[in-house]
């Protein structure tokens, strides 16, 4: 089974900028994604990416801010952070499926990281 392991969490003022990593311990999926869960609520759908990059898929409330890109040579895949918000703060999971679609939905995913906190401050 591929393991996810996110890294590049961390706190930052508000308007400030971070890089998540995703690296998988074999090819990567199809479908990649990154969720986020803050305290008290559930897990919620940030971003996904096709295979070829090409593709991109957003929640709302961080399009324009976030960027989610990959690299397949690498098995890695990335989630650009910028404009940061309070709002913002939550650990950040990365996910697989081996589907195509960019899917939103916690079930449609097979494969789940650990998590990295995200901190940001006012």
């Known amino acids: 089974q591929v393991q996810l392991v996110e890294s590049g969490g961390g706190s930052v003022q508000a308007g400030g900028s971070l890089r998540l990593s995703c690296a998988a311990s074999a090819r990567i999926f199809a479908t990649m994604g990154w969720f986020r869960q803050a305290p008290g609520k559930e897990r919620e759908f940030v971003a996904a990416?096709?295979?070829?990059?090409?593709?991109?898929n957003y929640a709302d409330s961080v399009k324009g801010r976030f960027t989610i890109s990959r690299d397949n040579a690498k098995n890695v895949v990335y989630l650009q952070m910028n404009s940061l918000k309070p709002e913002d703060t939550a650990v950040y999971y990365c996910a697989g499926r081996s589907g195509l679609n960019l899917a939103s939905r916690e079930y449609e995913y097979n494969s789940w990281g650990q998590g990295t906190q995200v901190t940001v401050s006012s």
């Open positions: 990416i096709s295979w070829s990059g090409k593709n991109t």
